[in-house]
């Protein structure tokens, strides 16, 4: 089972709505969560970085927020652009104290925004 | 640049040839690390350089992977004896601080699409 689990796969909003992209994970112990932008073709952006004791975090359009009680975490894209059209990757960073290879992916929402 | 540099960005291969990827980090960057990613799904690692150390190697699939850094900048990952399974977007990604320090955010190269025929 996947130990970051995103919803819905894909999405399709028209230009101008908001939207909010889910993203539940199991992973222990828990370091932080960030989320990603990859457009096609091109390598993931960071967003947002959070750690255990954030509940929310924006950047721009991009609000994230974690409950690290319920292990959820929510992306919400407010007044939507063609240009937000791409994959959105949750990421949970593992606390392994001083190893990498950490990072769980999840494996990507992929939104759609209409004219 | 001021980004990550990966190449080429696209490579076809037949099966069994050997393939190699090259990627050059944002410079000064200490962490470096190679992640697979197949079509659809979220990059999975597969390893990690500390400067010239590869520290971590537990995600390469096979012996048939193979990843350097010998002066603790250029990176290049080699595949041989390539098999179909081996067709995904590689991607690099550097931090600018050492492993055990997070909250930093991995920059990332476009990727190197490889399709073994």
């Known amino acids: 089972k996947n130990q970051v689990e995103q919803s819905p796969q894909s999405l399709i909003i028209l230009e101008g709505k908001n939207c909010t992209l889910q993203?539940?994970?199991?992973?222990?112990?828990?370091?932080?969560l960030r989320w990603y932008k990859q457009d096609t073709g091109r390598g993931p952006v960071s967003l947002t970085i959070?750690?255990?004791?954030?509940n929310t975090k924006s950047n721009g359009r991009y609000t994230a927020t974690l409950d690290a009680d319920t292990k959820q975490s929510s992306l919400h894209i407010t007044a939507s652009q063609l240009s937000d059209s791409a994959s959105y990757i949750c990421?949970?960073?593992?606390?392994?104290?001083?190893?990498?290879?950490?990072?769980?992916f999840g494996k990507g929402t992929k939104l759609s925004v209409k004219p | 640049g001021a980004g990550v540099s990966q190449s080429p960005r696209y490579k076809v291969a037949k099966r069994g040839q050997d393939v190699a990827l090259r990627c050059d980090p944002i410079?000064?960057?200490?962490?470096l690390f190679w992640y697979q990613q197949a079509l659809g799904q979220g990059p999975e690692f597969l390893t990690y350089?500390?400067?010239?150390?590869?520290?971590?190697k537990s995600g390469l699939p096979s012996d048939r992977f193979f990843a350097e850094r010998p002066e603790g900048s250029v990176s290049t990952l080699k595949i041989q004896r390539t098999q179909q399974e081996d067709s995904a977007v590689y991607l690099c990604?550097?931090?600018?601080?050492?492993?055990?320090?997070?909250?930093?955010?991995?920059?990332f190269g476009d990727g190197t699409r490889l399709s073994i025929l």
């Open positions: 410079s000064g960057h200490v962490s």
């Open positions: 990604a550097s931090t600018s601080l050492m492993a055990g320090i997070s909250n930093q955010p991995q920059h």
């Open positions: 959070m750690t255990f004791s954030e």
């Open positions: 993203c539940n994970y199991t992973v222990s112990p828990f370091s932080n």
């Open positions: 350089f500390q400067n010239e150390a590869q520290l971590d």
């Open positions: 990421v949970v960073e593992k606390d392994y104290g001083g190893s990498q290879g950490n990072l769980i």
